[in-house]
């Protein structure tokens, strides 16, 4: 087997892994979305190393990982979180891509947004007992 399969095949197995489709892996990483049709149908016989950086970036693994034969059948890949929607691909994606500064300033404008919300959550749950409360008396 070659080092161009294997990386296909882990390049697929991660695809699976986090539940996305070869569209979505390819305009997220920043490559052609014919990327990887073209290697099955022969087009291109090896990848580019540029595409394979920024593939890897978008999965966050190393480029050991994708050369490597043995992650296409080994489990280690789990990341801590299961994103589910396409959307929180692209935003983690995106934030990955932030440099340092970048990063801080959007977790505070998160953490200020969950601050909020939480607040709300409170006053509503607050409300809706005092509400109970005069509904009670009456």
Known sequence: ???DEIVYLNLVH???KN?????VCT??????PNYFVNYRKG???HFKIRDLIKLAAFFDVSLD????????????FRPTYKLKSRDEKVLLYAFKKLDPVGRIN??????????????REKEKILKKKSDRKLAEKQ
Not at 27 to 32: D, F, K, L, Q, T
Not at 65 to 76: M, P, V
Request: charged share 30%; glycine share 6%.
């Open 43 to 45: 087009r291109t016989k």
């Open 19 to 23: 539940g996305i489709n070869e569209r």
């Open 14 to 16: 991660l695809i699976e």
């Open 65 to 76: 990982y994708l050369c490597q034969y043995k992650n296409t059948k080994d489990e280690f």
């Open 1 to 3: 087997m070659t080092t």
């Open 27 to 32: 305009g997220c990483a920043g490559v052609s």
């Open 106 to 119: 959007v977790s505070d404008a998160i953490n200020a947004e969950l601050a909020e919300t939480k607040k």
